[in-house]
């Protein structure tokens, strides 16, 4: 049986589009099937519900997820957030001052209500000045454009509509470093009963991340041949990439949002102060590094 895989129109997360039309996960000896989504909160469901086997969510959506399902483990980080993430606004909304007593939609519960919540505070503003809404990414410039809500937190492509429509970016995830880090996570079961498909999954990924950065053009045609979309769309801008060896510093622990495990404890203790979550997450085991570290020493020893 194929691997199932979900993703989304996330530039962090289109390696696996290259992996497909290049034939990589042929060539590492696993079947992947995939699925491709704009609903993140589809897709959380989905996951969460078995659907599928593999997901790309961002850390703080998977820390979520693992409460109610505590075998999924993230494997390794796709990206981070480096100011493709964005709150937007309608042009009147001048300066993160401008939104109290606004409404904002976002994904409560998630890492988008942190994200907000940062902003709001770096800016002398709580969440009591203004009114959360529950609005995913994908729906935010329609809203905002129909005036249900002034301003939305949102992510690339949708943060691009938003400007051609008249809003802007008002604060964006190039102020906040390391706090949106993007991930892939594995149900348990896959883990333990196909340990050799998903280490085989993770060897092709990294092969269409390393193709990608060489090749940026012809990587960009292969996405858009995948998801029907002009190559000229595709951008990587705001978005950190990261490489086997990023992904080696990242699963470090360590005391700044470049480490996964620092960035890891700060939802946690979010989510618990805001009711997300019921317990603390157990860092230690949501987190494993050990297909990283294998295919490490693989390039190692081919070296």
């Avoid at 950065?213 to 978005?239: D, H, Q, Y």
């Amino acid at each position: 049986m194929p691997l199932k895989v979900a993703y989304s129109a996330w530039p962090g997360f289109l390696p696996i589009a290259i992996a497909q039309e290049k034939g990589f996960f042929a060539q590492q000896g696993v079947k992947v099937e995939t699925f491709y989504s704009e609903d993140t909160m589809a897709q959380m469901a989905d996951f969460g519900a078995g659907n599928y086997d593999i997901v790309t969510l961002a850390l703080g959506s998977i820390g979520i997820i693992s409460e109610k399902n505590p075998g999924v483990q993230i494997i390794f980080a796709t990206d981070r957030s480096a100011g493709a993430d964005a709150i937007v606004a309608q042009s009147n909304i001048t300066s993160v001052a401008d939104l109290k007593g606004k409404r904002i939609g976002t994904g409560l519960g998630g890492f988008g209500e942190l994200f907000v919540t940062t902003m709001l505070e770096a800016n002398g503003l709580t969440t009591d000045d203004v009114t959360l809404i529950k609005v995913d990414g994908d729906k935010i410039p329609a809203r905002i454009k129909s005036g249900e809500i002034q301003a939305g937190q949102t992510w690339e492509p949708y943060v691009s509509q938003v400007v051609k429509s008249g809003g802007h970016a008002l604060f964006t995830s190039d102020k906040t470093p390391g706090l949106i880090p993007d991930v892939v996570a594995v149900r348990g079961l896959v883990l333990r009963e196909r340990p050799d498909d998903v280490q085989a999954f993770v060897r092709a990924w990294f092969q269409a991340v390393d193709y990608w950065k060489g090749n940026f053009k012809e990587g960009n045609e292969l996405i858009a041949k995948a998801l029907k979309i002009s190559p000229e769309t595709i951008s990587l801008e705001g978005v950190e990439l990261l490489t086997l060896k990023d992904n080696l510093k990242a699963f470090t622990p360590g005391n700044t949002t470049a480490s996964l495990y620092h960035t890891a404890q700060l939802y946690s203790n979010f989510y618990i102060r805001t009711g997300g979550i019921a317990r603390p997450l157990d860092i230690n085991k949501l987190l494993n590094p050990s297909f990283l570290e294998k295919l490490h020493q693989e390039r190692q020893t081919k070296s």
